[in-house]
C-alpha cells in the first residue's frame, strides 16, 4: 500500500473515531420504557388504541359469527364461504378462523362473555369442552377477568385440588402440558419455586421427582455459591 492510501486510509479511522466519541450512548431498553412510561400523553394515546383495537376485534368477532347460508344466498353467494373470499377484506385463513373462533364463543356464554381471542383460542386446542366450561364457572364464581393466565391457573388449580370435583382426562393434560400457551409458566427443574406456588404444585403433581429433582439442585446451587458442604 502506498503511503498516499494509507495516509487516506487512516484519516477515515480518525475521522470515525471522531464521529464514536461524540455518538450518543445507546440508551437500555429499561430506560426507554421508564422514559416512555413517564410520558402521561403517550400511555393514554396507547391505551385508548389498544381499546379500539379489542372492541374492533370483538365486532368483528360478533358480526362474522353472525353470517350464515341465507345472508350469503341473499347477496348471491353460493355458501359463507365464497362470502368469505369474496366479499369481506380478509384472508379466507383468517376469517375462517375468527368464524370457528365464533362458534366457540357463543358456545361459552353462558359461562362467561369471553373477548380474547387467544383464550378460545387455547380452549379449542385442548379441545375439552366440559373442562372449558368448569375453568370459566371457576373464574366466574370468583369474579376474575377471563383472560389467558387466570385460565391456565385456574386449570392448574383444577389439576391440583380437583375443584368442583373434575379430573381432567389424560389426553387433555398432555395436551395442556405441551401447549405453546402454557410452556411460559411451566418451571424448569433447575428453577428455585416456591412451594406455595400453584406453577411448582401442578408440576409435583404431573411429576412427582420434580420436587426432589428441584430440591436437589437448589442445595447443589447454594453449595456452590457458599463453598461450604451441606448434609442432604
Known amino acids: 500500500m502506498d503511503e498516499y492510501h494509507y495516509n487516506e486510509k487512516q484519516a477515515k479511522r480518525e475521522k470515525m473515531a471522531e464521529i464514536r466519541k461524540y455518538k450518543k450512548p445507546t440508551e437500555s431498553l429499561v430506560n426507554k420504557k421508564k422514559r416512555c412510561s413517564e410520558n402521561t400523553a403517550l400511555v393514554e394515546e396507547t391505551e385508548r388504541e389498544i381499546s379500539n383495537i379489542n372492541e374492533a376485534v370483538d365486532t368483528i368477532l360478533h358480526s362474522i359469527g353472525k353470517l350464515n347460508k341465507e345472508e350469503a344466498w341473499s347477496i348471491g353467494c353460493d ?53 372449558a366450561k368448569t375453568t370459566l364457572k371457576i373464574i366466574k364464581q370468583k369474579n376474575r377477568s377471563i383472560d389467558l393466565d387466570t385460565v391456565i391457573k385456574t386449570i392448574k388449580r383444577i389439576h391440583v385440588e380437583h375443584l368442583k370435583n373434575f379430573y381432567i382426562p389424560e389426553d387433555v393434560l398432555v395436551r395442556f402440558c405441551k401447549n405453546r400457551y402454557v410452556k411460559p409458566t411451566r418451571p424448569e427443574e433447575d428453577s428455585s419455586y416456591q412451594t406455595s406456588n400453584i406453577h411448582f404444585e401442578f408440576e409435583v403433581k404431573v411429576n412427582p421427582t420434580f420436587s426432589s429433582i428441584n430440591k436437589s439442585k437448589s442445595r447443589s446451587s447454594i453449595k456452590q455459591k457458599m463453598g461450604v458442604n451441606l448434609k442432604l
Do not use: W, Y
Not at 361459552?108 to 373442562?131: A, S
Open 79 to 131: 355458501n359463507t364461504k365464497q362470502l368469505f373470499t369474496e366479499r369481506l377484506h380478509l384472508l379466507p385463513s383468517i376469517a375462517n378462523k375468527l368464524k370457528e373462533l365464533s362458534k366457540l364463543k357463543t358456545t361459552f356464554e353462558p359461562q362467561g362473555v369471553i373477548n380474547d381471542l387467544v383464550v378460545l383460542d387455547f380452549f379449542k386446542q385442548l379441545n375439552c369442552e366440559d373442562l
